[in-house]
């Protein structure tokens, strides 16, 4: 099952655990605490020491990690965790060059459309995003069809703006 970005937009401040989860597009409420993917863990630990936060949440057979973090003289056992800020994360990121779909709307592919495809098939992907756009009452030819666009799928502004085009030119 796909992860459902659109709510963890709504998210300011990430546990160090979903934030690695998400970066890794793995929805962090399926995955098994007790078995934490290897690229999850390690992603973060990167976090925790580069970002900030603290990982104290995650919880493995009901008991916290114990450790010492550098940043603090008690054991991880007694800490609570600290959340870091999207906006730390999405900066770290453009540091990296990173753009995960859960920080940046931009990454995410709506619906096949940034694949290389044949022209036919692409056309035909447009036909239908036309016409499903044209269900939910989204006249293409209206400067707000961009925002209706955008909030419908999830886009950027100079997405929308640019598939919008491409229906357009398809009549």
């Known amino acids: 099952m ?14 160090i655990f979903n934030a690695a989860c998400l970066w890794c597009e793995l929805d962090p409420n399926r995955v098994d605490t007790n078995n934490i993917p290897s690229n999850v863990e390690a992603l973060m630990g ?3 020491q580069e970002v900030g936060g603290y990982r104290g949440d995650k919880i493995a057979g009901n008991k916290l990690r114990v450790g010492i ?6 054991s991880c056992s007694e ?11 999405r900066k ?4 990296k060059d990173q753009y995960p779909p859960f920080l940046f709307k931009e990454s995410r592919v709506v619906s096949g459309l940034e694949k290389k495809l044949h022209p036919n098939e692409r056309r035909t992907l447009l036909e239908i995003v036309k016409r499903l ?9 209206k ?12 886009i950027s502004d100079n997405t929308a703006r640019k598939y919008l085009n ?6």
């Open 2 to 15: 796909a992860i459902d970005f659109f709510i963890w937009d709504l998210v300011k401040d990430f546990t």
């Open 46 to 48: 990167v976090i925790e």
């Open 69 to 74: 973090n550098p940043k603090f003289s008690r």
């Open 79 to 89: 800490m609570e965790p600290i959340p870091v800020s999207r906006e730390d994360l």
């Open 92 to 95: 770290w990121a453009k540091s």
């Open 133 to 141: 756009l044209e269900s939910q009452h989204v006249d293409i030819s």
């Open 143 to 154: 400067k707000e069809a961009t925002a209706k666009f955008m909030s419908l799928a999830g």
């Open 166 to 171: 491409e229906m357009r030119e398809l009549d």
